[in-house]
């Protein structure tokens, strides 16, 4: 367990308030995301490399952008545990960590397409806008 | 250690069906908490008459506390929501007296918290140790 | 002045390791009333009984006071000395110095010091002892049984056969509940309805037990031996006693178009009608909802046809009061309502259904006389998607399901998967399962054994999406050990709803004062020594209604809800606990607060005569309590302004007293 990271764990525990424990492993999250096809590692991954403390790989992962932040996994987890809510505080620490931000809110307008899901633009809004 | 480290008086009243059966359960699984808590058996938290509490006061305890079901578990269906408004009366009163409302409490402890209770006794002693003796209620006349 | 003997038990080390033992013995005898104490290796021991009874005759005690263990342990086995040494056992107190002294402190001095103070404490109890005699009350020898279903079945036949009286009340028109629908049963695959109906059957023919169908529980009164029950018979308007259970006028019913619940609404029903053929009581009913005449006065078809003239149009609800000595509740559940699961879409499509749904499809007395057709198109159908936990576990969503583990769902689910595959070998089964739970007598080979002779595909995941397209069942799921995503074109879904208790229980546990959990499952006495009586005496629990469970361990909870019953209706007479409350009438002045305070209603006034001091008589109200209802909590005693309210056993004198001793 070498990529073990706990303070990073804890601060992203406290950003989302997500219990990964609580987590059954019934994997209705993976079922249910749109995106899963995209990603490297999917939603059940997310959660149980959150429990073991796993972030470094998350934050490396090309993973946390493809998460369309539509919440279809927050919605339908029987356990309330909200595996969109810990990808958003991966990426959250992403940019925290790297003390910038990649754009301005000014230049999110130009890359706004159709077929984007309202929620994540609301999201990006929320996330590039401070 | 001190040989006169203070010695709280600590009276706890338990309800037969919950917390005396947790109190035996803290036993079971040999949880300390303190011996200055004494532990008299009553049917249901309900059968404990406000006389009650303030005799021991009179009589020199520097703290007593309550336990029973939990809300909604009382063996007798009801018991422990009497106690609760009653005592909440009892301790407000007994705070404008001078008895601080640190020194009266009412816990639930049901009876698979043993630990719970262990807990419980630790941590109503040292606040009342906190406070020192309970002068106010006290009747000297009692007194040996 | 009492003379008390005190006896102090060492408890091997347990209590001696702690406590200075001979000290404490010591240390009794300056009390005031103490006569004599000692101390020895095991008081509950035979020699240790002894012991005390030699002690009681030698000395003339008339109180005892044992230091020893939790009186939640041993105080009935002292009481029984007492009494075998010619003591009231009521004079009996312990000084609990094992569980609540020397398993708690470490040091011996203090331990030492902490006994000493609670045996002073039993000591001032005990010199205020006053001897006890338990009040006692009849049985009446017959029990009532809530509920029709296999649990209920089972009772009544085994309360019948040890020669009591049973009525089982049910709220449907016939007996057999969920396990008449089924068809057939894990894991040894018999028939439901082969093994259940001469069950019901017997129930008919036997003369102990009287079948109120299509009736349901009104009222409870009265307390364990002697419960009067209100029982409301809805009206049927057909008279059950004329009735042949021919059939002639369900045929000719002409309201056809009536969703036929038996079926789970997959077919209809007529307005009048028998709910399956192998019903008891064999009788019809007409639903007053449907039928012409009796919403608009025109038909009366039935009437023409009904050759024996049972047909009573005019029936009204009926109400019947009974007394048992005993009540066994057996409400049993329901599959909970898949309409709040979207993502599964059991709204949008027909071919979405519930495993009980698959039941009725697969019955040879069901809606498709047991050939195997999508609700749809009536097509058989060639992949078949299992989903499995549909509102079990689920913490989060506690609008829509449940908490806990419904247990019987992986092996109906196995049993579907595998009686589908040995039908038609043709059909792809897919089962999507978070645990496959199979603990139990052959139920884990039965699992196996659908995985490896019948070839299901289990599949470790969820489905998180179904959308209806085209006639196809688009099923999106995960499988977490392959780590894929699947996408499955599916026939038929069919999802393992989870189960909840009838909702009939709540206001049923209302009415027997009987308590329940967050999830309307009846609460047992104790969840390990006594699960099949409720907290309440004389109130036992049957089936699911006290938690989920499969038809065996349905079939021996019944059982032994059975043979408890049977147990309380051999007595003939009930000793109560005499440790109850007591109105002091000098000094009660009928206020009433005790009575609105008592939650057993054991309370009551009455007005009583008094002679005055100037030899005139007054009549005033005063408080009476029924020893035999009351429990014995003493709310009253502390609601009573006069302080005439006292509680025998635990008087107000004798906690002062203990309250004095420790706090001296």
Known sequence: MSQKNDRAKEQI?????????????????????????????????????????????????????????????????????????????????????????????????????????????????????? | MQVNEYKPLIVAFCCNWCSYAGADLAGNNRLNYPADVKIIRVPCSCRVNPMFILRAFQRGADGVILCGCHPGDCHYTSGNYYTRRRM??????????????????????????????????????????????NKRLEDLRCKK | MKRIGVFVCHCGTNIAGTVDVKAVAEAMKHEPGVVFSTDYQYMCSQAGQEMIKAAVKE??????????????????????????????????????????????????????????????????KVSLNAPLTPGESPVTKRALVIGGGIAGIQTALDIADAGFPVDIVETKPTIGGKMAQLDKTFPTLDCAACILTPKMVDVA?????????????????????????TIKRKARYVNETLCTGCGACTEKCPMKKVPNEFNLGMDNRHAVYIPFAQAVPKVATIDPNHCLMLKSGKCGLCSKVCGAGAIDYKAKDEFLEERYGAIVVATGFNPISMEKF???????????????????????????????????????????????????????????????????????????????????PDTDVYVFYIDVRTPGKNFDEFYRRAVEEYGVHYIKGMVGKVTPENGVLKVQGSDLIDNRQLHIDADLVVLAAAIEPDKSARPLATMLTASMDTNDFFTEAHPKLRPVESPTAGVFLSGTCQGPKDIPETV????????????????????GNPCVAHSDEMMCNGCSTCEKVCPYGAITYEDKEFRMPDRTTKVRRVAKVNEAVCQGCGACTVACMSGAMDLKGFMNKQIMAEVDAICK
């Open chain 1, 13 to 130: 525990l406290k950003m989302s308030g997500v219990n990964p424990l609580k987590c059954m492993r019934c994997g209705k999250c993976s079922g249910t995301c749109p995106s899963y096809d995209e990603m490297e590692y999917h939603p059940h991954q997310f959660v149980y490399m959150v429990e073991t403390g796993e972030i470094d790989k998350l934050m490396q992962s090309p993973s946390i952008y493809k998460c369309l932040s539509c919440f279809a996994c927050v919605d339908r987890c029987p356990r309330g545990v909200e595996p969109a809510k810990l990808v958003e505080a991966v990426r959250l620490t992403v940019i925290r960590q790297k003390g910038m931000n990649h754009m301005t809110a000014d230049s999110i307008p130009a890359l706004l397409d159709d077929d984007l899901p309202q929620q994540a633009i609301v999201s990006a809004m929320r996330k590039y806008s401070k």
């Open chain 2, 88 to 133: 909440a009366l009892l301790f407000s009163m007994l705070d404008y007296l001078g008895i601080e409302k640190e020194r009266t409490r009412v816990e639930w402890v049901s009876a698979a918290e043993g630990a719970k209770f262990a807990a419980t006794m630790n941590d109503f002693v040292e606040t009342v140790a906190a406070l020192g003796e």
């Open chain 3, 59 to 124: 000395h003339r005690l008339d109180g005892i006071v044992v230091c020893s263990c939790s009186p939640r342990m041993h105080e009935a086995t002292f009481r029984k000395t007492a009494a075998a040494a010619g003591l009231n056992s009521y004079m009996v107190e312990i000084a609990n110095i094992r569980e609540q002294c020397s398993w708690v402190h470490k040091e011996m001095p203090i331990g030492t010091e902490k006994a000493i103070i609670l045996a002073k404490a039993a000591v001032a």
């Open chain 3, 205 to 229: 023919q036997n003369e102990k037990i009287r079948i109120f169908s299509y009736s349901e529980v009104t009222d409870v009164k009265g307390f364990v031996g002697n419960f009067d029950v």
């Open chain 3, 342 to 424: 979207d993502e599964f879409a059991y709204a949008q499509s027909k071919d979405v259904i519930t495993s009980l749904e698959l039941e009725r499809l697969m019955n040879a007395a069901g809606p498709t006389g047991g050939t195997l057709l999508r609700p749809s198109d009536h097509q058989h159908p060639h992949t078949i998607v299992f989903v499995q936990c549909v509102g079990s576990r689920c913490e989060a969503c506690a609008e829509k399901g449940k908490e806990y583990c419904s247990k019987i769902c992986c092996m109906y689910t196995a049993k579907h998967a595998m009686l589908i595959r040995d039908k038609y």
């Open chain 3, 556 to 575: 021996s909870q019944a059982g032994a809800a059975a043979s408890k019953v049977i147990g309380l209706l051999c007595k003939d007479k009930l000793l």
